[in-house]
């Protein structure tokens, strides 16, 4: 006999058991799991798909392997399913552990079977859970057999005939549940080590198959985007993670980072990481001017900009330009001239609000304003001069030293931006978010069903405004000559997208990214999805004014439950949206929540005396609001709005 011919399936799981009940003896059908189970062939060759069209789409018929399994779990003597987990243990650990190259197509089946058992891979039974070792075999594949196994292991099992709607939600739930699957393992399994003395999640070959099987759902994903990319955070790895750690495993290029598997890590584990890097390299470049100043003469440990309001723009370009790149890895320092103040955060924070405004005021013309999505772009402009283009190498090279100072922006762009800065392809989409009108326009072409040559009449070419100007453009090599018709409307519509998105403003762009990328490039920016940047950059709009209050730290002898305390945070809640702005960039330098929300902003609110008329002053720096002790809760509201209403200017304090 074959060991092939010792194969199992519902049938024999049927008869075997019909057999034993009747005689009262399991030997028979005990002995022929323990030999299936313990042969790679034997198990491979189980629960065949008979059916030639649904052996494609998957070679182990599912649902009959799902249903001998729960005869099995039914049987009382438990041996049998003790058998089954001890041999399958063995088998994974002898195929995985042997050389990767005997690994085949047909011992994929096997995990496809024991994935169809929920005992096998019960993250509440880690003792007997297979799943550890599932991972373990699935980690070691060559990624085209990895896609291939994810694949398998998410086509639904119905073999009903479903519409192509219904088919996406079996995928998407099959897809939920399998994730699902490995993110509880590696929580699990993070908890239960987190007493353990000198456990590191970065070390644990379980937690490090389970991150890398993640990462194959991730890849298909990315493909079908079946869920959302905020379902692969791990929240035990974004509390566990030592960044300290992690992070040198990373730039070094030694052992196992999760900044290697980013999707992992939510956007302000990220972005703690981005900072800790920016302090090690200005902490670098502290001590390396220290060190020159011995051999060299004075050379400033700072990134120095002096500014006259008046004059901010050109002031700005004149002097970054002349700083060579190690000078725009130090920590910047911006000084108002003819004004008294130490820049510890807050001039920085004024001077980028105030040269953002400037730059994106339309007297310049770099950018071009979409009243309907309320988005700017890049002005198309044809005949750019040298002038021009360091202008947008500068706006480029702001949004970096923002990212790099750890300063938040107030800016309007599209995510087509943050995805070209990222190399992410842009789309119809992209266009739709930046100009609604324009994006269904050209979505109506595309399920036009009618005559498009005598509906539209129109051939391969845009006209564009620029400065006043109409100029017409060929988004093709004779594009004037090519009429629009039903065959060619698809490239009609990539081709337009394409243009607007980047070939109408591919030199502004690039000049722009140029400038990013002197303080960006090579750094951990790259573990950054491009909704994560703008997230980074712009902060969040969500103002939850609940999270500050819980987070909220007393100084000066106030407490949570001083009477000021208290009509302080009853007023606020009952501010409007704009009046909790003004309160936020007051206090703080910025009217948006920093990455993470408010809760990671570290407010501070301290004592400023007793009562008096003196206003509400703050220390935006260092994010702390001061408050006298004022006699009345209406005394506190009127001082407060009046300080919130006239708060630009570094004049305060």
């Not at 700083?323 to 955060?345: A, C, N, P, T, Y």
């Not at 009618?450 to 453009?473: A, K, L, N, P, W």
């Not at 502004?508 to 950059?537: H, M, T, W, Y």
Request: proline residues 3%.
């Amino acid at each position: 006999m074959k060991l092939t011919d010792e194969h199992i399936d519902l049938a024999i799981i049927k008869k075997l058991k019909q057999e034993a009940e009747t005689t009262e003896e399991w030997t028979k059908l005990a002995e022929r799991l323990a030999t299936v189970f313990s042969q790679a062939e034997c198990l491979s060759s189980s629960f065949l798909q008979t059916s030639n069209s649904l052996k494609e789409l998957c070679p182990i018929d599912k649902m009959q392997a799902r249903e001998a399994f729960e005869i099995l779990l039914e049987l009382k003597p438990t041996i049998l399913m003790t058998t089954i987990i001890e041999r399958s243990k063995k088998l994974l650990q002898s195929i995985t552990r042997s050389s990767k190259d005997i690994i085949t197509d047909q011992n994929m089946n096997i995990i496809i079977i024991l994935f169809q058992c929920p005992a096998l891979i019960g993250e509440d039974q880690q003792e007997t859970s297979l799943l550890p070792d599932i991972c373990e075999f699935i980690a070691a594949l060559d990624p085209t057999r990895q896609n291939l196994l994810c694949q398998y292991l998410i086509e639904p099992s119905s073999t009903d005939t479903m519409d192509l709607d219904n088919k996406r939600d079996q995928y998407v739930s099959e897809f939920r549940k399998l994730l699902e699957i490995y993110q509880k393992l590696v929580c699990k399994r993070l908890q239960s080590r987190i007493s353990t003395t000198g456990f590191s999640p970065n070390s644990d070959p379980v937690v490090i198959d389970a991150t890398k099987c993640i990462a194959i759902l991730y890849r298909l994903n990315e493909k079908e985007k079946y869920i959302s990319y905020v379902e692969f955070y791990n929240d035990a790895v974004n509390e566990q993670l030592e960044i300290k750690e992690d992070f040198p495993n990373f730039k070094d290029r030694k052992g196992f980072s999760f900044c290697d598997y980013p999707f992992m890590l939510n956007p302000a584990v990220k972005a703690d990481v981005l900072k800790v890097e920016s302090v090690f390299q200005m902490r670098h470049e502290l001590q390396d001017a220290f060190f020159r100043a011995l051999f060299q003469g004075v050379n400033s440990p700072y990134l120095v900009l002096e500014i006259r309001r008046d004059h901010i723009i050109s002031d700005t370009l004149i002097q970054l330009e002349e700083k060579s790149i190690h000078d725009l890895k130090k920590q910047l320092r911006v000084q108002f001239l003819g004004e008294e103040g130490v820049d510890e955060g807050g001039v920085q924070k004024e001077f980028f609000q105030l040269i953002v405004r400037e730059i994106f005021d339309t007297k310049y013309g770099m950018f071009t304003f979409n009243e309907e999505s309320r988005l700017c772009w890049f002005s198309p402009n044809p005949v750019l001069d040298d002038i021009n283009i360091r202008e947008y190498k500068l706006v480029g090279l702001l949004l970096g030293l923002a990212v790099y100072n750890s300063v938040i922006l107030d800016l309007h762009f599209p995510l087509a931006l943050y995805k070209k800065l990222m190399d992410v392809e842009t789309g119809l989409s992209d266009l739709k978010q930046l100009d609604p009108s324009l994006g269904k326009g050209l979505e109506r072409l595309l399920t036009f069903n009618g005559d498009i040559v005598s509906e539209y009449d129109r051939s391969f070419q845009v006209d564009i405004q620029s400065f006043g100007h109409v100029i017409t453009c060929d988004l093709k090599p004779d594009g004037a000559k090519t009429q629009l018709t039903s065959e060619n409307s698809s490239e009609f519509v990539e081709l337009y997208t394409q243009f607007v998105l980047s070939k109408s403003v591919e030199k502004q762009f690039n000049a722009f990214r140029e400038g990013f990328q002197l303080v960006c490039q090579d750094s951990a920016i790259k573990i950054f999805r491009p909704e994560e940047v703008e997230q980074l950059i712009c902060g969040s709009s969500d103002l939850d004014f609940d999270a500050l209050e819980q987070s909220t730290v007393y100084d000066g002898g106030w407490t949570k439950d001083s009477d000021i305390i208290k009509y302080f945070w009853e007023i606020v809640h009952s501010f409007t949206y704009e009046e909790k702005k003004k309160l936020l960039f007051f206090a703080t330098g910025s009217d948006r929540a920093p990455i993470g929300g408010l809760s990671k902003l570290q407010f501070v609110i301290a004592k400023n005396g007793g009562d008096s008329d003196r206003l509400p002053t703050s220390h935006t720096c260092y994010n702390v609001l001061l408050l006298c002790e004022y006699s009345s809760k209406e005394k506190l509201k009127e001082r407060l709005l009046t300080s919130i209403s006239n708060a630009e200017g570094f004049g305060m304090i």
